[in-house]
């Protein structure tokens, strides 16, 4: 038998076990579960986790040797001595129909001067006018005492112009279209986008980070698939598609290809899948319908059912900057979001002034400028056609035309072989040139723009110069 205090000590071992079990039953079921992953902690600290190393400390030498092994990596990457953006032509003199470079003047089938308006006496008088009441620049964006009543003037221009309610300009052509789309296209919202835009659309539509669904150049078939997966998608998930906005991206003349849009069909669409239309008209304004009012005028569409029309001043108008048009609603909104208006300087007076008088010229009621300008591409394109060995890429009635080579000696290589010929000749072109990371690099080509002076002679000098140099670069 054992002794009473044996009894005692097991009775009151049996007590302090039961208390604590009855503690178990009160405690919070979180508290166990914490204290149970601090004993696992502290046993995989003391089991399995290593000691730190120590690191051996270093002497100068070789603190030295690893500073002199050390190569950063480049500020920007290697770049070719013989790019052209590092060997440009240096002109001389006004920049029309006519250029001079290294004192040999030359035919210019090579800057955006559609309408020969860069160098017009009226627009250079009127710039001159501006200097002398206005100075140069402005020196303040749009909102901070940079708006000038010449401003207001040509804003209002461009609107009667388009027969839109409002217009609004912006001192830089290339930020005008890539800080529009930002401004209306946010994060969750659906772009569908041409693949062919050019390349401020493309920063636009990468600024906004919205979901970009690119379709296949001028591909109604492509496109129409693209709406028909997001309607399916919107079904399932109907609540989300409520607060989505889809918006549809393209070019009224696409400058890296040289043809229309089919506006008429992507209209229809526009209601069958409720999106809103912004259309860049930066080549095809000034160069496309009977008053160079644009595709719209071309095809005949209200231009009420196209929600935004950008375009640039630098091309048909001769200027600098770039404008959008529109309802009034929709405009005013690029006044506090549209970050090229509201951080830029605004638009040079005389420049703006200038723009107002090329708008003047365009709309005299006399005026043939934009019909001569289509039928003279017309004429082109025939004789373009009739040369072998080019393929011809764009519309016959596209003062912007692309020329490749038929066969596989289409490369950048060969097509600056019969640039650097024609220029021999008197003939000024260019190879296209695009950036590496486009979204879709097209094929090599050499770029022709028609300025609107030019006589059917000329015409087919340049068709006789181009068949010499394929001639000469091929063979």
């Known amino acids: 038998m054992g002794s009473p205090a044996n009894h005692d000590n097991v009775a009151s071992l049996a007590t302090d076990f039961y208390s604590l079990l009855e503690s178990f039953k009160e405690t919070p079921f979180y508290h166990l579960l914490f204290e149970i992953f601090l004993v696992l902690t502290v046993l995989w600290l003391i089991l399995f986790r290593k000691p730190r190393r120590i690191e051996k400390k270093l002497t100068e030498k070789e603190k030295q040797e690893l500073i002199d092994e050390w190569q950063p990596e480049p500020l920007v990457p290697p770049v070719d001595a013989n790019h052209p953006a590092l060997n440009v032509r240096v002109l001389d003199g006004i920049v029309g ?34 200097v002398q009441k206005y100075g140069v620049g402005s020196c303040g964006p749009r909102g901070f005492y940079g708006t000038i009543d010449i401003h207001l003037e040509l804003e209002e221009r461009l609107a009667h112009f388009f027969n839109c309610e409002e217009g609004i300009i912006y001192s830089y052509g290339f930020s005008t279209v890539a800080s529009i789309i930002p401004a209306y296209s946010k994060r969750n919202d659906i772009l569908f986008v041409d693949e062919g835009v050019h390349y401020a659309i493309q920063k636009g539509v990468e600024a906004s980070r919205s979901t970009v669904k690119w379709f296949r150049h001028n591909d109604i078939s492509d496109l129409e698939r693209l709406l028909v997966e997001q309607d399916i998608h919107d079904k399932k998930n109907p609540k989300k598609a409520r607060t989505l906005r889809r918006f549809l991206i393209i070019e009224g003349l696409y400058m890296n290809y040289g043809d229309l849009c089919p506006l008429p069909r992507m209209v229809e669409l526009k209601y ?48 600098i900057g770039g404008f959008a048009v529109g309802s009034s609603f929709v405009v005013d909104h690029q006044r506090l979001s549209a970050q090229g208006y509201c951080f830029s300087a605004s638009l040079p007076p005389l420049l703006a002034a200038a723009a107002i008088e090329a708008l ?14 289509m039928e003279k591409s ?13 393929l011809i890429v764009g519309e016959d009635i596209s003062p912007l035309k692309h020329l490749r080579l038929t066969n596989s000696q289409n490369t950048v290589a060969r097509l600056e072989e019969i640039v650097e010929f024609a220029q021999t000749r008197g003939i000024t072109i ?36 181009l068949q010499e140099a394929r001639v000469k670069v091929t063979v």
């Open 378 to 390: 017309k004429r082109l394109h025939q004789k373009l056609l009739d040369i072998k060995g080019y």
């Open 97 to 130: 129909k006519t250029i001079e470079i290294d004192g040999k003047k030359s035919l210019n089938f090579a800057t955006f001067n559609f309408l020969n308006f860069v160098g017009n006496p009226r627009i250079t008088d009127k710039a001159i006018q501006a």
């Open 360 to 373: 003047n010229i365009m709309e005299e009621e006399d005026t043939t400028l934009c019909d001569t300008l």
């Open 272 to 319: 069958q899948y409720k999106y809103r239309i912004f259309m860049d008209e930066s080549v095809s304004f000034g160069t496309i319908g009977q008053t160079g009012r644009g595709v719209t005028e071309y095809y005949n569409i209200d231009r009420r059912k196209i929600d935004l029309i950008s375009s640039s001043l630098e091309y048909s108008v001769g200027s």
């Open 430 to 465: 260019t190879v296209a040139r695009y950036l590496n990371d486009e979204h879709r690099l097209p094929e090599p080509s050499i770029r022709l723009i028609l300025n609107v002076e030019m006589t059917d002679e000329e015409l087919e000098f340049l068709c006789t110069v």
